[in-house]
């Protein structure tokens, strides 16, 4: 199988976890499946894009990364736009992060509320 396919299949496939997560009242299951998803979706456009994938798993490095990346290949109107998201969505993006982190080692409990975001 394709590796950007694969890598979008895993995406996938975390996301439809962490929806089953959330109807099950499992919130930081939700928060840390919504943050592989978003990690290996954006690993999936760097390695179609640039052939490879950066090390690492911030998803706002990984963001910058791309951003960079469509400049560099002229797509300034993307680029901007993905710099408008994380500017927007820049609390949610750093809950992802630890949620990711904090899975690892435990510092603190996601409610519903939070793992909406």
């Known amino acids: 199988m394709d590796p950007v396919e694969l890598l979008r299949r895993r995406s996938a ?3 439809d976890y962490a929806r089953i997560a959330f109807d099950n009242g499992d ?3 939700t928060v840390f ?3 592989q998803a978003a990690q290996l979706y954006t690993k999936s456009l760097l390695l179609r894009m640039l052939g ?3 090390r690492g798993h ?3 490095e990984l963001l910058g990364v791309l951003l960079k990346a ?3 290949l002229g797509r300034v109107e993307l680029s901007q736009e993905i710099a408008r998201f994380n500017d927007v969505n820049g609390d949610a993006l750093r809950l992802l992060e630890e ?3 904090s899975s690892r080692c ?3 409990v996601y409610g519903r509320m939070l793992s909406e975001l």
């Open 13 to 15: 496939r975390f996301y």
């Open 99 to 101: 949620a990711y982190t």
């Open 27 to 29: 919130y930081d299951m």
């Open 52 to 54: 490879f994938t950066p």
């Open 106 to 108: 435990p510092s603190g």
């Open 33 to 35: 499946m919504c943050e």
């Open 58 to 60: 911030r998803i706002r």
């Open 70 to 72: 469509l400049e560099r």
